[in-house]
């Protein structure tokens, strides 16, 4: 088993590389990896990153759909973006890499738009068991007890 599994975790990369061994974080699992990043950054007084959405030109319709949603207090119909990152020190980031992907849609949102779309949102794919939340949440020593594992 990975070490990084195993020991503190106290850089931002050693978050990185944890998260990125979570099964299935990049198959439905970006958002909480964001979510975390963000709140692992924020709780360790590290510049704040933001959450940024990432729309392939074909999916349109969900970023006009999100960008219109989010404006409104009833964020019901949030839809799933094509990726989930954050914006920290000038760079798009996930858990694995620098993203250089030219998507053709980005959305900066903020963290309670994030948990409500996690929470709420449509279309997510399932593949990622939102059973690792909480032994994330753990492994960080984050809060992530806001984070919905029912749906």
């Known amino acids: 088993m990975n070490s990084i599994l195993n020991k503190e975790i106290t850089t931002f990369e050693e978050v990185r590389k944890y998260l990125s061994n979570i099964p299935n974080i990049h198959f439905g699992g970006c958002g909480i990896s964001a979510l975390s990043m963000y709140r692992w950054l924020k709780k360790n007084g590290r510049e704040a990153p933001k959450i940024i959405l990432l ?22 119909s949030l839809i799933a973006s094509d990726h989930c990152a954050i914006q920290y020190k000038s760079k798009t980031l996930d858990v694995k890499q620098e993203i250089f992907i030219d998507y053709s849609f980005q959305q900066k949102i903020e963290e309670q738009e994030m948990l409500t779309l996690l929470n709420n949102g449509i279309c997510w794919n399932p593949e990622f068991s939102k059973q690792y939340v909480p032994r994330i949440g753990e492994r960080l020593k984050i809060d992530l007890s806001d984070v919905c594992l029912n749906n």
Not at 58 to 76: C, D, F, L, V
Request: hydrophobic residues 15%; aromatic residues 14%; glycine residues 10%.
């Open 55 to 76: 729309y392939n030109g074909k999916n349109y319709q969900a970023y006009e759909n999100n960008k219109k949603t989010i404006r409104k207090e009833g964020m019901s």
